[in-house]
């Protein structure tokens, strides 16, 4: 829009004379060779705000795309969270099944010793069988989830991927510490990717708006024409009236007025403050949006620490009745039912205390998401321009 514009241009022609006098028709060549050019001198600061609109649009689709890949990682490690949490309820289901075989071997020996009934036995043997059944369900579950992860990595179910686990507590480290719910969501409006998009746009529709009222301003160009031409029915020769006779040139400047243009200009400055209006309530809606999903980023998180210290307790205190029913139990002071009520709550808070851990990572990296701010996760490999995860298990 800044540069001028140029054009070359030539032709030929013949025309033919039909004269009154028989014999004395004739046919006249004539040729042409033409360059103008013309250069905007002002447009009511049309083409600068053009110009602005366009590189805050470029700005808006960058930040866009940027929010994109900030929503993919984040998905991507939600569903490793998945993953992981369904490998340990694999480990922790096998030692159940351990633990169960472990007890029906006891109670086949005191069976067969005559200290317990056959009905103790039969109850093992189906307690035994259910832990087996769990155990598949496990890990069916874990191959679900395993796939949705797959899917979620753009590869085919058919894939084969290790999954590896440790380094829970190092990805739970490099997030925090958090900062505190007021100086989030400083960081959000400073950082997140869709709000600097939608400030992007904003300032895009207000460039746009200023475009459309360069309309009331007038327009002053340059203008330059020269050529020359040739024409066979000339004595001089075709060098002559090319190179000495016929060129010519001429520059000018010519100013337009706007003094009617049927309402057009009005009715453009009109839709973009119509475009201008919409563009800011977008980004209130997104301002509102920020701050919905910061505060309720962090109330999950705090109610994630009070239940993960809940399971920890618990756990340890259900491990503590599991081995002492267990001891009642070989000595008769206790019923097998006892026991098995006791081993339940044990695999209950097990699986608590899985769920509760993964849960506060996932928790923890929702707020840095909502932040905006997921450089402890990111790497760039600035040599292929891809973004990668950092080890730490991920």
Do not use: C
């Not at 990682?73 to 369904?86: E, T």
């Not at 869709?194 to 459309?212: G, I, K, M």
């Amino acid at each position: 829009r800044f540069h001028p514009s140029g054009s070359l241009s030539s032709g030929s022609s013949a025309r033919w004379t039909n004269s009154s006098v028989p014999g004395s028709d004739s046919v006249t060549h004539s040729a042409n060779v033409r360059f103008s050019s013309g250069y905007t001198v002002f447009n009511g600061f049309a083409n600068h705000a053009n110009r602005d609109a366009s590189l805050a649009e470029l700005d808006s689709s960058q930040w866009t795309a940027g929010r994109v890949m900030e929503t993919t990682i984040y998905h991507v490690i939600s569903r490793f969270f998945d993953v992981a949490a369904s490998m340990e309820q694999i480990i922790v289901q096998e030692q159940n099944v351990a633990a169960q075989k472990e007890m029906l071997d006891r109670i086949t020996a005191f069976y067969e010793s005559g200290r317990r009934p056959v009905a103790d036995l039969y109850q093992q043997r189906a307690e035994t069988s259910a832990a087996e059944f769990r155990l598949l369900n496990v890990m069916r579950d874990f191959e679900l989830k395993k796939l949705a992860l797959l899917d979620r990595l753009g590869l085919s179910a058919g894939r084969k991927v290790d999954i590896v686990t440790e380094g829970l507590e190092t990805v739970l480290q490099s997030i925090e510490p958090l900062p505190e719910l007021p100086e989030a969501l400083a960081q959000a409006f400073e950082k997140r990717s869709d709000y600097l998009a939608v400030q992007a746009t904003l300032q895009a529709v207000e460039q746009s708006v200023r475009a459309a009222k360069s309309g009331y301003w007038p327009d002053i160009s340059l203008n330059m024409d020269a050529g020359t031409t040739y024409n066979d029915s000339s004595h001089a020769s075709w060098s002559d009236q090319f190179l000495r006779d016929n060129p010519y040139a001429s520059v000018g400047i010519t100013i337009g007025l706007p003094l009617y243009d049927r309402g057009q200009t009005r009715n453009a400055v009109a839709q973009a403050d119509i475009r201008l209006r919409r563009a800011k309530l977008a980004r209130q809606d997104i301002e509102r949006q920020i701050e919905r999903e910061i505060t309720t980023a962090f109330l999950e998180y705090r109610t994630a620490q009070k239940q993960l210290e809940s399971a920890l307790a618990r756990i340890e205190y259900t491990a503590q009745a599991l081995e002492n029913y267990e001891q009642r139990y070989t000595v008769n002071a206790s019923t097998l039912l006892e026991v098995i009520q006791a081993r339940t709550q044990h695999l209950a808070a097990m699986y608590e205390k899985i769920a509760a851990e993964y849960n506060l990572t996932d928790k923890a990296v929702a707020i840095r998401y909502f932040i905006g701010d997921m450089t402890p996760l990111i790497r760039i490999d600035t040599s292929s321009g891809t973004s990668l995860m950092e080890g730490n298990g991920i």
